[in-house]
């Protein structure tokens, strides 16, 4: 609902209007186009939707083996996994040398200057 107000010859009138961008769905269809092979068409498609849209989406693509794996290394506290820069893959680091190579890194005086 809006509530506008605008003046006319001197006279202030207001007026609502409910605005809504939900529209009655169209029944149109082109004439000589609506046939048995299109309604059929067009309930297969309609299935086809329904079923992909219940889907299980987080379905594992891992085995229980793969899974398992997968969380040992989640848990192990000596390696660092990390998203690579290029390609999408991972890296996988010995913690202790990914934190030197860390402050390494952080400690270069040309790329990194030391706040206060």
């Known amino acids: 609902r809006v509530d ?3 003046e006319l010859g001197g006279d202030v009138q207001s007026k609502a209007h ?4 939900l529209r009655k769905k169209s029944t149109f269809f082109p004439k000589g ?9 067009e309930e ?7 079923r992909i849209k219940r889907i299980d989406k987080n379905r594992m693509n891992l085995n229980k083996e ?3 794996a997968l969380a040992d290394l989640r848990e192990n506290k000596e390696v660092v996994i990390k998203p690579a ?4 893959g991972i890296v996988l680091m010995d913690r202790e040398y990914y934190i030197e190579e860390s402050l390494r890194q ?4 040309i ?3 030391k706040l206060k």
């Open 4 to 6: 506008t107000i605008g």
């Open 111 to 113: 790329t990194y200057k």
């Open 66 to 68: 793969e899974q398992q």
């Open 106 to 109: 952080l400690n270069d005086g």
């Open 18 to 21: 409910n605005l809504t961008s």
């Open 85 to 88: 820069d290029k390609g999408g």
């Open 33 to 41: 186009c609506k046939t048995k092979s299109m309604d059929a068409f």
């Open 44 to 50: 297969l498609v309609m299935r086809e939707v329904e």
